[in-house]
């Protein structure tokens, strides 16, 4: 009887052993894709809004960024959108800019196609993106992101 059961605990850590390395790689991935996508959107925003004439935004203020958020990133047909804010100290107090872009693959390169900046926080989809084509400043491929 207690060899029987000494087994069966045996037989039983060597299944959740086996079943925790097999979870932990999935999830670490999924993680690392994710930190990939969001690193990525982070050094855009810094580079198009630190190289361009973002103070437009401020009244020609000096700003610095503070805080960059992603919310969400969705696929609609072959334009991957990234919605976010970035979180900026103009000279004594906080405002917040919200971002939407559409990231699209051009001969097996990602590129942003469409990018919006506004003040007020607004939802977005595909077609209105559209209307805001973008004057390739900062290029999407030098942060080292593969979307597939």
């Known amino acids: 009887m207690i060899l029987n059961n000494y087994k069966l605990l045996k037989v039983l850590c060597c299944c959740l052993t086996l079943l925790s ?7 670490s991935d999924e993680e690392d894709g994710y930190e ?3 690193t990525c959107y982070e050094n855009f925003m810094k580079c198009e ?3 361009t004439d973002a103070d437009d935004h ?3 203020k000096p ?4 805080m960059i958020n992603l919310f969400s990133v969705v696929r609609e047909g072959d ?3 990234f919605t976010g804010a970035v979180n900026c100290w103009v000279v004594d107090k906080h405002e917040m800019l919200f971002v939407a872009l559409g990231v699209k ?3 097996d390169y990602e590129k942003v196609s469409y990018y919006v900046v506004r003040k007020e926080n607004f939802s977005i989809i595909a077609t209105q993106l559209m209307n805001y084509p973008y004057k390739e400043r900062c290029q999407w491929t ?7």
């Open 21 to 27: 390395f097999w979870s932990i790689p999935a999830i």
């Open 36 to 38: 990939k996508i969001k």
């Open 49 to 51: 809004l630190t190289r």
């Open 58 to 60: 401020f009244d020609g």
């Open 63 to 66: 700003f610095k960024i503070v």
């Open 79 to 81: 334009i991957l959108i």
């Open 105 to 107: 693959k051009v001969l």
């Open 142 to 148: 030098q942060y080292w992101l593969n979307l597939n």
